[in-house]
């Protein structure tokens, strides 16, 4: 590899410089990194300007650092500090080489996955996706997933406010109308009192420290730790209060304890790094502080810290800096000297050498959201500058070696709860919890079916129902079938999502129960889905094959009827005429839903086409409108002489009815178009279609006839009867014209 020699760098005028430093900046680029640091250094042979030689000493460390020379960088960037301090932009590579190499060694970028002390504890079901705690006071959205509802009033004021879970947006107003679910929030507090009671411990807690009462904060966390010691948000919060009593060595213990619970949550190491930092171990506070920027890069208050703690211990203060800030720096593990291990060009750092206590081992990082990892239900935010300055130590810490801080002779014990915390089991978030004495499918059960859950959808009021039972119930009125609160705006909404969480518990605690309602579900649904029995029939007026056929539906029966066809996948149904002896007349037309319009009081129009002609051969009722057994019909072909002969007739009606459509005025051939769309051309084959030429049906919908008269035309299998039938009308029409 070329070098570039100082003897070269004397003769170079400006221009030459300007491209060496765009050469050492793409050798970076390209990782050629020992390429860029011998550029850099030659460039500062020369430079008498403090601030331009301070920035090419920052790059040539930058170089040096992504070049695995760790302590030669080290030197330079001490260099660099003399006699300005590092701002925190120059110190950003460094940060992004130390928090990426441990990234790198554990084997992935620590993201994109649940945190990993809320997976595999089997209730990891009831935790908020906000806070990553017990799920308490849960509102369920129109997505059908549940939040906290104290994490959704605070995240509401985002705008656009989105589902944590499937990132669904929502206006603004209809998150701060939904209410706390009913049943879900009661079927919590029964079955997992410990854990719902130390969440509403937890809830106290927040509001005392917000009323900075602290004791009194403390004394609601201590009481909920007994109740749920695997919560990490517990002890999170915990350790702020504890923080915020100056009370540093138990606020450790509780920052520890949160990343045991969850090695990969990157707000209980920046808990772990602000404890330590305030008991003067800034080595190992650092080490927490890129260790969190390993799992989450974009951590602002991480950078912000470990930014100003490597400026700190880069600054010179005493005559034997250098030797220190280096030993300072390389010693942040209590089993092994890092200075050591990264001056072999072999060795890269090791992930456990940035974990201060060896007590402690982390399994590889489990990707985690960044977006997850700072718990906005915690009452610990950092307050500012004015906060962190009354814990400032002396700066002679800086530079110290550091200290264990342990009472050598046992000093205080720890108190029940902190014993208690050391895994114990117990009812909490990770233990096995045993809920057969108090498990009964009842709590489970719909109000209107009283039956159990199916398919469960919780309105905007909070009240959890069976999907189709709802549905049934909003066809009539709509409103709450419990509080009668107006849903018209969720009725046009139609987004019937279910209640995810209780599916979840549904399919966890009662499977033999679910498989036998789902059961009763799919033989509805087989039963239903036939179109030769019990097929729906719409009785209202006449529709013919390839014919639209708009409808407005506002009985709740035949609302009823609609949906079913299209939960059903046939989106079928049948139209006949009245009858006043049987109900409806023995011919209809099988009508398919194309499209559905719905309105916030109930109604709705449906865009219907015409597709098969059929036979009643058995009237009958279900659930308030008509159904029929049917056989449907197809025209008779014929061949020969006899299909020359209806060629024939085809062309010479179709002709007569072409001058009959352009007879009309211009107004009445719009209004025809606009309703049934314009005359089909001309079929090549009259008998390819089983219902005959389309131009025949749409001709007959728009004469005007009476139903009776249209009737028989449904019924003919004739194509050739059809044809002459149609035949003498355009006659008569004709012939009443003339006169």
């Given amino acids: 590899m070329s070098q570039v020699s100082p003897q070269h760098r004397a003769g170079m005028d400006p221009d030459t410089e300007d491209s060496m430093l765009q050469l050492a900046a793409r050798a970076f680029q390209a990782k050629n990194f020992d390429l860029a640091a011998d550029i850099y250094g030659c460039q500062l042979a020369d430079v008498g300007d403090p601030d331009s030689r301070q920035e090419l000493m920052v790059k040539r460390a930058d170089a040096l650092v992504f ?101 669904t947006g929502s206006k603004e107003n209809d998150v701060q109308n939904y209410r706390v679910n009913v049943v879900l929030s009661s079927l919590l507090a029964k079955w997992f009192p410990n854990l719902y009671q130390a969440a509403r411990l937890r809830r106290e807690g927040n509001e005392l420290y917000g009323d900075r009462k602290l004791e009194a904060a403390l004394d609601r966390y201590n009481r909920a730790v007994l109740l749920a010691p695997m919560d990490h948000i517990l002890f999170s919060n915990r350790s702020q209060i504890h923080s915020s009593l100056k009370r540093y060595e138990k ?139 009354d814990r400032k130590l002396d700066h002679c810490f800086f530079v110290r070696k550091k200290r264990r801080h342990i009472n050598e002779e046992g000093g205080e014990e720890a108190s029940s709860d902190q014993k208690r915390s050391k895994f114990e089991p117990g009812e909490g978030i990770g233990s096995s919890l045993v809920l057969g004495g108090i498990l009964d499918p009842i709590d489970l059960e719909c109000s209107l079916c009283m039956r ?82 019990n097929v729906p029939i719409f009785v209202c007026t006449m529709a013919f094959p390839t014919v639209p056929c708009p409808l407005h539906i506002f009985e709740p029966c035949y609302r009823l009827m609609i949906r079913r066809c299209m939960e059903t996948g046939t989106n079928c149904f049948g139209m006949c005429l009245g009858d006043n002896l049987k109900g409806f007349a023995d011919y209809g037309c099988l009508l398919e839903i194309r499209n559905v319009r719905f309105f916030s009081d109930g109604r709705s129009v449906v865009d219907t086409i015409g597709r098969r002609r059929f036979k009643v051969i058995h009237h009958s009722e279900r659930d308030g409108y008509n159904t029929a057994d049917i056989e449907y019909l197809e025209d008779v072909k014929v061949e020969g002489s006899e299909e020359q002969e209806l060629q024939s007739l085809h062309d010479a009606v179709y002709d007569q009815a072409l001058v009959w459509v352009n007879s009309l005025n211009a107004e009445q051939k719009e209004r025809i178009e606009g309703h049934f769309g314009p005359m089909p051309e001309k079929d090549c084959e009259p008998q390819a279609s089983p219902n005959g030429p389309s131009w025949c049906w749409w001709l007959l919908a728009v004469l005007p006839l009476e139903g009776r008269a249209q009737l028989p035309f449904l019924a003919l299998t004739s194509l050739k009867d059809r044809l002459n039938g149609i035949h003498k009308v355009l006659l008569f029409m004709a012939h009443n014209r003339h006169r």
């Fill in 452 to 533: 159990l859950f199916y398919e469960p959808v919780t309105t905007p009021c909070g009240h959890t129902f069976c999907q189709q039972c709802l549905k049934r119930c909003l066809d009539h009125n709509p409103k709450c079938p419990l509080c009668k609160e107006e849903l018209s705006e969720y009725l046009v909404q139609r987004q019937y999502c279910k209640t995810e969480l209780m599916e979840k518990l549904i399919s966890k605690y009662f499977p033999d129960d679910l498989m036998e309602r789902q059961k009763i579900h799919w033989e509805e649904m087989a039963e239903l889905s036939n179109l030769n029995k």
């Fill in 67 to 167: 070049g695995g020379k760790i302590a030669e960088a080290l030197d330079v960037y001490r260099q660099a500090s003399c006699p300005d301090r590092l701002r925190p932009a120059q110190l950003a590579k460094l940060i992004e080489y130390l928090s990426g190499n441990i990234r790198r060694q554990d084997g992935g970028d620590g993201r994109g996955q649940e945190a990993a002390g809320a997976a595999g504890t089997g209730h990891e079901e009831l935790c908020c996706r906000m806070c990553s705690s017990f799920l308490f006071e849960p509102v369920t959205l129109p997505c059908g997933h549940s939040f906290c509802r104290k994490c959704l009033e605070r995240e509401k004021k985002r705008r656009p406010f989105v589902c944590r879970d499937c990132k």
């Fill in 251 to 389: 606020a450790l213990r509780d920052a520890e304890t949160v990343c045991r619970l969850m090695p990969h949550w990157s707000k209980g190491h920046v808990r772990k790094a602000q404890a330590l930092h305030a008991l003067g171990r800034t080595e190992e506070a650092l080490t927490q502080y890129l260790f969190c920027l390993s799992i989450e890069p974009d951590c602002r208050l991480a950078k912000t810290e470990a930014y100003k703690l490597l400026s700190d211990l880069l600054a010179p203060v005493t005559d034997q800096v250098p030797e220190h800030i280096l030993d300072s720096f390389t010693t942040v593990s209590s089993r092994a000297n890092i200075k050591s291990s990264i001056s072999a060009p072999s060795q890269t750092l090791c992930p456990a050498q940035f974990c201060p206590q060896s007590s402690l081992s982390f399994p590889p990082p489990a990707p985690i959201d960044p977006q997850h990892s700072h718990d906005r239900s915690e009452v610990c935010e950092v307050r500012g500058q004015g906060e962190r300055e």
